[in-house]
C-alpha cells in the first residue's frame, strides 16, 4: 500500500519565488496537515484539513496558504520566498478529523538563495 | 503558552535500555506522542499515551506519564543499532485541529557497539 507521497523530493528557489508543494494521503484518509521543519528542529504546524476544509493553522505569515482538493490531495503555497522559509516541509495524514495519530511522508526540501 | 523540552543526544550501548525524557508545559494537554525519524525519512509514530494514564507498554517500549510534573519518558528496552534516529516528544491540545501537534526539538539516540 501506498504511503503519504509529496513531491517534488528537493527545490531550490530564489528569494521572492513562489513555491508549490503536492502531497497524496494514504487511501482512505480525509484529513491532510503540513509541517515546518528547520534543520536541528522538531516540526512546526502550519495547516491542517479535513474534508476539504481548513481546521487549524499555525504561526505562520499569511504567504503561507494550501488547500484540499475532492480526492484529499493537498497543496502548500509559499509566496515571496524568504532565506528562513529554507525547510523540510512534511505533509501527515490520517483518517480522523483532527488527531495526533498521523502518517507523514518523506517531506520536500526546500532551499532557498 | 506551549513548550516541549527534550535533551538533545542519548549515547547508549546495543543491548542495554534506552530512556528518553521529555518535559511539557501545557498541563490542558490530552494526548502525548513519541514520533521517530531516521535520517533522510518522514516521522513515524512509536506510541502514544492518553493524559489519564500512568504508563503503556507497546513490545520493547515503554511510556511512562508523570502529570504531575508534566514529565514523559520512552524507555527502550534491549537497545539496537536500528534504534538509531531522533526521537521526538509531542503533545496535543483538547479541541480539535487549530494548534496541531506541538514538537521537541528531538533526540539523538546514538548505539554504541
Known amino acids: 500500500d501506498a504511503g503519504v507521497t509529496q513531491s517534488p523530493t528537493h527545490l531550490i528557489k530564489t528569494r521572492g519565488q513562489h513555491v508549490t508543494l503536492r502531497c497524496s494521503p494514504i487511501?482512505?484518509?480525509?484529513?491532510v496537515s503540513w509541517y515546518q521543519q528547520v534543520l536541528g528542529q522538531g516540526p512546526q504546524f502550519i495547516f491542517q484539513?479535513?474534508?476539504?476544509?481548513?481546521?487549524g493553522r499555525g504561526n505562520f505569515p499569511d504567504r503561507f496558504s494550501a488547500r484540499q482538493f475532492p480526492n484529499y490531495s493537498s497543496e502548500l503555497n509559499v509566496n515571496a520566498l524568504l532565506l528562513g522559509d529554507s525547510a523540510l516541509y512534511l505533509c501527515?495524514?490520517?483518517?480522523?478529523?483532527?488527531?495526533?495519530?498521523?502518517?507523514f511522508g518523506e517531506g520536500s526540501r526546500l532551499t532557498v538563495l | 503558552g506551549e513548550d516541549v523540552e527534550q535533551s538533545l543526544f542519548l549515547s547508549v550501548r546495543e543491548g542495554d535500555s534506552s530512556v528518553i525524557n521529555c518535559t511539557y508545559t501545557?498541563?490542558?494537554?490530552?494526548?502525548l506522542y513519541w514520533y521517530k525519524q531516521e535520517p533522510g525519512a518522514g516521522l513515524q509514530l512509536l506510541t502514544y499515551?492518553?493524559?489519564?494514564?500512568d504508563m503503556k507498554q507497546d513490545q520493547r517500549l515503554t511510556v511512562l506519564l508523570n502529570k504531575k510534573d508534566k514529565h514523559l519518558s520512552l524507555r527502550i528496552a534491549d537497545t539496537q543499532t536500528g534504534d538509531s534516529a531522533i526521537y521526538f516528544c509531542?503533545?496535543?491540545?483538547?479541541?480539535?485541529?487549530?494548534?496541531?501537534?506541538?514538537f521537541g526539538k528531538g533526540t539523538h539516540l546514538i548505539i554504541q557497539p
Open positions: 501545557d498541563s490542558s494537554s490530552t494526548y
Open positions: 509531542a503533545e496535543s491540545m483538547p479541541g480539535g485541529g487549530a494548534d496541531g501537534l506541538t
Open positions: 487511501s482512505g484518509h480525509k484529513s
Open positions: 484539513y479535513y474534508e476539504k476544509e481548513e481546521r
Open positions: 499515551i492518553f493524559s489519564n494514564m
Open positions: 501527515a495524514s490520517s483518517f480522523r478529523d483532527f488527531t495526533g495519530e498521523l502518517f
